[in-house]
């Protein structure tokens, strides 16, 4: 009865304490400030509904500091994080934490977009091609379905599924009758949509949140508040939400469906094959083998293909059967949906529409000729050419789609630049939030080291960059020598990495050093072998600047090879810049390098991931001291000692004679001043 009659700032602040309900039940259970002091702010805009920014960083504790004030005070919640991986950390981790030690009533949903669950209408048509090729992976799928348990997520069965048995199965929007499907009653979307409406925390990613937000709420019920958990990622993935982007392997799906073909008036279709011919041929005729050009000027073949999906999608209407079951109807009226759209999208993105708030651009896939028509050798078997039309500014979108409708709370290890928010708050167009930088979790004063040499010649252009990257390996090599291995090094392009590791690999496989090469295994078995395998080094690129978790002496080193500024050919990037050069606006200052210096954070944040782990942070970028901006980067970075000295690394790795170092008391070892910077 007390408890309930406590503020929910009050109950939170107790739960969180030494003493509190987690500290009587957990054995070794530490009070952490940053922790209740992000539950306090969380509980505050609660009861207030405003918006809130919050950074937290590693070892705070944060999903707990937002889930607890959440379950207390009875709302209803949206949680919105990265990805996939992340979604199913918080709900078979962190949720059942909460279910078992604050509230057992707590209901969660785990909500995915329809492709991520199993169709069982297209199932039944797979069982019949089934019959004559007998795939051991089908039979094992059927065996998983007679699990009670199994929800229809394709990502949590026990085994690989084939991609062409999973293409073939998974549940499609185009293609789902919904109310008028025979299976409607065991369909695994409705029984996961059903859990969500019931549920007090729905789990979802940013994609699919934002999808929501373009379909106006068709996906997600309504709810009091918005998590957004890594929130640094949430201009990105808005741009992508909503940017459309047409490939031949978009017509060519269309074009493969028999109801399309059986249909349409004959002639308009073959007119509309030839049209999709001429499109592709003249836009691969003005694009180089790779990269990504900026289409200027509107493509007539590529207009013209829209015209043609336009008539299709009459044809379709005219010549609209007489006699169709309710489920023939539904899916009827879906194709001619589809075609519309996909007509519009072909048409907005050929004719650069909108050239003032949308750059096009075109773009060879290397690795995509598989999923190309193979309709001509222009786009095929050297890459999938696709075609994008991205907005420049998603800033009112996510204002008037977000913001606008819900209170919304975005935490992140990486939003402010300096305890500033100012950047992040621009981009994303929040208005009149509660800001709160919390105190790092991790002495890393004592745990870290910050190396950032002084010999190392400037980063060079490409077509110059010989003796950079030279340097660069020599200095690398010398420093997982010194860590004995347990390394990342972080590159900011694939050149760099191939280089630096043809360079090196064959001295250090010498000393029995075990490289791993992003790209050459998943991302999630690299991780695995990293973490099992001693004297370890994995060479990565961006996706491994954040979101990798290893703990413990498996990881003592981080080398990023130089500053992460966006790459300059990057057409979405020089599209904003020209814009703001253009308005008179300090792109650089406040645009280019808040960008570098939240990466920046990211990628050195895989250092250290519980109290107890020690390491070195390595940037190999000269400019930290010879421009102007290298203090104000050195400045948000995290307070680490700070060294130019390969000799102080090596004398913190255990190597080599003291020169000229402090002694920390705590640990015994040497380390140099700050004041060195």
């Not at 990504?292 to 013209?304: A, F, H, Q």
């Not at 190396?451 to 003796?467: G, Q, T, V």
């Not at 645009?591 to 519980?610: C, D, F, M, S, V």
């Not at 970028?621 to 390969?646: F, K, M, N, Q, V």
Request: overall charge neutral.
């Amino acid at each position: 009865m007390e408890q309930d009659t406590l503020s929910l700032v009050t109950r939170v602040q107790r739960d969180l304490a030494q003493g509190g309900i987690l500290s009587q039940q957990l054995p070794g259970y530490e009070e952490r400030p940053a922790q209740i002091e992000m539950a306090t702010l969380v509980a505050h805009v609660l009861e207030t509904g405003e918006h809130a920014i919050i950074e937290a960083g590693t070892g705070t504790g944060k999903s707990l500091a937002y889930l607890l004030p959440i379950v207390h005070s009875k709302k209803a919640a949206i949680i919105s994080t990265a990805n996939k991986a992340l979604q199913e950390q918080l709900f078979y981790k962190d949720i059942p934490f909460i279910q078992q030690y604050i509230d057992s009533s707590v209901q969660a949903a785990l909500v995915k977009g329809m492709a991520n669950y199993i169709c069982l209408d297209r199932l039944s048509e797979e069982r019949r091609f089934q019959d004559l090729v007998q795939s051991p992976a089908f039979a094992r799928l059927e065996e998983q379905l007679t699990d009670p348990y199994f929800d229809g997520d394709l990502d949590l069965l026990p085994f690989a599924l084939p991609p062409d048995i999973r293409r073939r199965i998974h549940a499609d929007s185009d293609r789902c009758a919904w109310r008028m499907c025979p299976f409607f009653k065991d369909c695994y979307v409705r029984r996961m949509r059903e859990r969500a409406r019931a549920a007090q925390l729905i789990i979802v990613n940013h994609t699919l949140l934002l999808l929501d937000t373009i379909m106006e709420g068709w996906l997600l019920p309504e709810r009091d508040v918005i998590i957004i958990d890594e929130a640094h990622h949430l201009e990105e993935e808005a741009t992508r939400a909503y940017t459309i982007t047409v490939s031949p392997s978009r017509i060519k799906s269309l074009f493969d469906l028999r109801q399309l073909q059986n249909h349409v008036d004959p002639a308009l279709f073959t007119a509309a094959q030839r049209a999709n011919d001429a499109a592709w041929t003249a836009l691969a005729a003005i694009t180089n083998m790779r990269g990504r050009i900026v289409l200027k000027e509107s493509l007539p073949d590529g207009v013209e293909l829209g015209r043609a999906l336009e008539r299709l999608a009459d044809s379709l209407k005219y010549r609209r059967p007489e006699h169709m079951d309710p489920k023939e109807e539904q899916l009827y009226d879906k194709l001619i949906t589809r075609t519309r759209n996909l007509a519009y999208e072909v048409k907005f993105a050929f004719s650069v529409a909108d050239p003032d708030n949308v750059v096009y651009y075109v773009e060879r896939e290397a690795e995509a000729g598989a999923r190309g028509s193979g309709e001509n050798s222009q786009h095929s078997g050297s890459g999938q050419l696709t075609l994008a039309a991205v907005r420049l500014d998603v800033r009112e979108l996510l204002r008037q789609n977000l913001f606008a409708k819900t209170p919304v709370i975005a935490t992140s290890a990486t939003l402010a630049v300096g305890n500033d928010f100012s950047f992040f708050r621009r981009r994303v167009s929040i208005p009149h939030a509660r800001e709160r930088a919390l105190p790092l979790a991790f002495d890393y004063e004592s745990h870290a080291l910050l190396y950032i040499p002084r010999h190392l010649p400037e980063p060079a252009y490409e077509a110059n960059s010989s003796d950079y990257l030279r340097a660069v390996a020599q200095e690398m090599q010398r420093l997982v020598e010194a860590s004995e291995g347990r390394a990342f090094l972080l590159f900011s392009s694939v050149r760099a990495l191939q280089n630096v590791y043809r360079q090196i690999a064959e001295a250090l496989l010498a000393q029995d050093f075990a490289l791993w090469v992003q790209g050459e295994l998943p991302r999630s078995q690299l991780i695995q072998r990293f973490r099992q395998t001693p004297r370890s080094i994995l060479f990565g690129l961006k996706s491994f600047w954040e979101g990798v978790d290893v703990t413990g002496e498996a990881l003592s080193l981080v080398v990023i090879d130089k500053l992460p500024f966006a790459p300059p050919d990057d057409p979405v990037q020089e599209a904003r810049i020209s814009r703001m050069r253009a308005a008179g606006e300090d792109w650089f200052g406040s645009y280019t390098l808040p960008q570098a210096i939240l990466q920046l954070k990211q990628g050195l944040g895989r250092l250290l991931r519980t109290k107890d782990d020690r390491g070195v942070l390595a940037i190999l970028d000269t400019r930290l001291y010879t421009r102007a901006y290298g203090r104000r980067i050195l400045a948000a970075l995290p307070p680490a000692r700070r060294t130019s000295s390969i000799a102080e690394v090596e004398l913190f790795f255990g190597k080599g004679r003291p020169q000229h170092y402090t002694v920390d008391g705590r640990t015994g070892k040497g380390y140099t001043d700050n004041s060195i910077l």
